[in-house]
Every structure is written in C-alpha cells, then in structure tokens.
C-alpha cells in the first residue's frame, strides 16, 4: 500500500511464515451444526488453497454456506471434520486460545452486519484494532492516526472521519468496517459480502484498495459475493453450491480458477 504511514506500521507480533504454496490450505472439511431432525451438513468436503496474495472469490445464493466457509477460514468456528492449515500451522488443532491470537495476527474480518461501535468516531473505530494491541508511543500513535484517515480517504470518507456511526448511512458505515480490517495490515483479509451495501462508485473503491493492498502488501483475500458483477478484479472465483465447491462460473480474464486438490 503506498504512503509514508502505510509503511512506518509494522504487522503486530510474529506471524507464521506461509509456504510459498499456500497461505490457506483446508482439506476435507465438512461443516455439521444442530443433531437429529434439526441437523443441517452445511459444507460437504472441502479442499482449496489461498496462495500469499492472492484475491479469490466465493460466489454462491444465499444458504449455499459462504458464511460458514468464510468462518471456518477465518478461524472464528472450526470444522465438524477436516484440517485448515493456516500459513504453516494447524489451526484445526489449535487451542482456542491459540486460534485468536493467529487470528489477530494475521486476520483481518469484515463481517456482514458493520459492528461499529456507537460512541466511537469513524475513525476512532478504524484504529481500534491498533488500539487495542498495544499501548503505542506519540510516534506510533501519530503514524496509525494517520493510517486510520489514509484509508478512509481512500474509501472515499475523509468528510466524515469525525462522524459517529448514527450518522453514516449503510455504505458509509460498510466502508468504516472494511477500513477497520485493514488498519492492522493483515495477510489475509476475510470479507463476507462487502460489496452489498455500496453503490457501484463505491464498490470500486473498495476493490481498488483491495488491489492496492494485495501489490504493495501482499494481502491476500476471500471476498464471499451473491452478485456476480463483483467477480471481475479477482483472481479467481470459487463456487459455492448447496454447500459443495463447483466448478468456476464465468468471470474476468483475471480469474484463473485452480480446482480444489
Ligand atoms: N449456527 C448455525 N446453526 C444451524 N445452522 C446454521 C448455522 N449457521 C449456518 N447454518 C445453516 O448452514 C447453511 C449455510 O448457511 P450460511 O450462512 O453459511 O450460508 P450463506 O451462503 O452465507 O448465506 P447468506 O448469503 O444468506 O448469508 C444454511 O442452511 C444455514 O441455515
């Protein structure tokens, strides 16, 4: 990412090395919640790789399971079956303990619903992850300050930096929390359905930043889409059906799909 603060911002704390293969890799996994008549098999044997840096996309309707994926990824639930191996851990066998500190070590997440925080300004929750790592020095705190309204700026939201969340509208307030799953500078970057609540100026901003982070960076990011147009600055687009990765659907000649293995 360019700019003077991008670069004075370290990764918080020692990430695993990823193999020059993959940054993710997940082998079989199944997904089952509930028991007896209420159980639901929400993912059926899933294997794939995310490679450092590279942007993939999980196309599927709503049901089809990109959230449960998106989770199992990002390690907020864990497979019913199966292995997720994060850079060169075993995440699937992690304790819980240990999966949230890989986790903000090098997971940023954009979730569905936006999860600002009321009393916080829109840029005071941009720095929050930074905040609540560590407490920084003047020098640290002015280059993550200014991180925090780079990315803003780049979202198109400097105006409204100052603004509590009762004052964005839905797009605004979906560009905070990308922002937010940014600041860190995580590898690996999750994000469910981002695009939902932008207009079209405002998703290629967010997909331009996405870019950006993935050459300057190297980020890598699963992006989960129902609307086909968000397919076309990927690099590859998985398919999610019932629960079962598919064969690609048609994007741009950018995407190059790589079966599952
Ligand atoms: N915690 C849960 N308990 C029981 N069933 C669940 C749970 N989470 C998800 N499911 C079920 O798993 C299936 C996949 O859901 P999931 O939310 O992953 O789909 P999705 O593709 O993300 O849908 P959407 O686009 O509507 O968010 C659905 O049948 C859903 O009802």
Redesign the pocket.
């Known amino acids: 990412m360019r700019g003077i603060t991008m670069n004075a911002i370290w990764r918080n704390g020692p990430a695993p090395a990823a193999t020059p293969a993959g940054l993710v890799r997940l082998s079989g996994v199944h997904k089952r919640?509930?028991n007896g008549q209420q159980r639901?098999h929400?993912l059926h044997d899933i294997s794939f790789e995310l490679a450092a840096g590279e942007i993939v996309a999980l196309f599927?309707?709503?049901?089809?399971?990109?959230?449960?994926?998106l989770n199992i990824v990002g390690l907020l639930e864990t497979p019913s079956e199966g292995s997720v191996v994060i850079g060169n851990l075993l995440a699937s066998k992690m304790s819980e303990q240990a999966r949230v500190e890989l986790r903000c070590d090098m997971i940023g997440y954009v979730f569905?619903s936006c999860n600002l925080v009321p009393v916080l300004t829109a840029h005071e929750n941009v720095l929050l992850p930074l905040m609540l790592r560590a407490r920084p020095g003047p020098a640290d705190m002015a280059a993550k300050c200014a991180l925090a309204t780079e990315l803003l700026g780049q979202l198109g939201l400097s105006k409204q930096a100052g603004h509590y969340p009762k004052r964005l509208d839905p797009s605004q307030s979906q560009r905070v929390a990308i922002a937010r799953a940014l600041v860190t500078r995580p590898r690996l970057v999750i994000a469910d359905?981002p695009g939902a609540r932008l207009n079209a100026r405002a998703a290629r901003l967010m997909m331009d930043l996405f870019v950006r982070c993935q050459r300057d960076d190297g980020t890598a990011f699963l992006i989960?889409t129902?609307d086909q147009r968000q397919l076309v600055r990927v690099d590859r687009t998985l398919q999610?059906c019932a629960?079962r990765l598919r064969a690609p659907c048609a994007a741009s000649a950018r995407t190059t799909q790589r079966l599952p293995r």
């Open positions: 919640f509930g639901v929400a599927g309707a709503s049901g089809d399971g990109k959230s449960t994926l569905q359905e989960s129902r999610l629960g």
